[in-house]
């Protein structure tokens, strides 16, 4: 590990130097890690001017803008990153640090989390990142055990998807009129969020198209199991 800091610019205070030693203080290659979401190119530039200089060492580098979160910046596109700024989100809490990366990779993925840790943001914002706003058909199905969770999930990715132009979220529960679920279906959804019993009324009706759904997310899983959906769960399956 190499002190940098007195050579580069005050925005780049915290540098994480990982370094493999060739001989004494000869390096043969360093990856360095900045975690400044502003940080412009020519910053960029600037600090590798001034780091190759340094001692007169060699030095082979790489580097990756992360965000403030933590995640990779080119792995969430700019109107994620955009909403994640304007709601406040700075900091990840541990399921969204798990699950967001390998969610976007297209991994099955497990996690349990007590209530208020953020998982509807753990699995909601990379679903948004897999969504193809051209196709105007579901995409991601996201089944929930409730009306009042089923409501709450689609808020929360209306929320989280209102800067990303001709995406559109549909929750569909019993207890309110099917006809008007239904009209909203024809007229284009990317991403569904369901009670189970509701969404096989709409499949036995045959008034939605799941041909290119490609994500399913069971929130709650365990208390859908305990209220009896397996049957419905396997058939929607």
Request: net charge negative; glycine share 6%; proline share 5%.
């Amino acid at each position: 590990y190499y002190n940098l800091d007195k050579s580069l610019p005050k925005t780049l205070s915290s540098v994480s130097a990982n370094t493999e030693l060739k001989e004494k203080f000869g390096m043969v290659s360093t990856e360095l890690l900045l975690v400044n979401k502003d940080l412009p190119d020519y910053k960029l530039n600037e600090m590798l001017g001034k780091i190759e200089k340094l001692d007169g060492i060699e030095w082979t580098l790489s580097f990756s803008k992360v965000s403030e979160m933590g995640i990779p910046e080119e792995a969430l596109p700019d109107d994620i990153l955009n909403i994640l700024r304007k709601n406040g989100i700075t900091t990840p809490t541990p399921i969204q640090s798990e699950c967001i990366i390998p969610i976007i990779n297209n991994k099955d993925v497990i996690a349990q989390a007590q209530t208020g840790t953020g998982k509807t943001a753990a699995f909601g914002l990379p679903v948004l990142q897999r969504i193809n706003t051209s196709i105007k058909q579901p995409q991601a199905l996201i089944l929930s055990p409730t009306r009042e969770l089923c409501l709450q999930i689609g808020s929360d990715l209306a929320d989280y998807s209102k800067y990303i132009d001709d995406l559109k979220v549909l929750p569909v529960y019993g207890g309110s009129s099917i006809e008007s679920q239904i009209r909203a279906l024809k007229q284009g959804v990317q991403i569904i969020v369901a009670t189970p019993g509701r969404l096989i009324d709409l499949i036995n009706r045959r008034t939605v198209k799941l041909e290119n759904v490609h994500t399913v997310i069971l929130d709650e899983a365990d208390e859908m199991l305990n209220m009896g959906f397996v049957d419905d769960i396997n058939d929607i399956l």
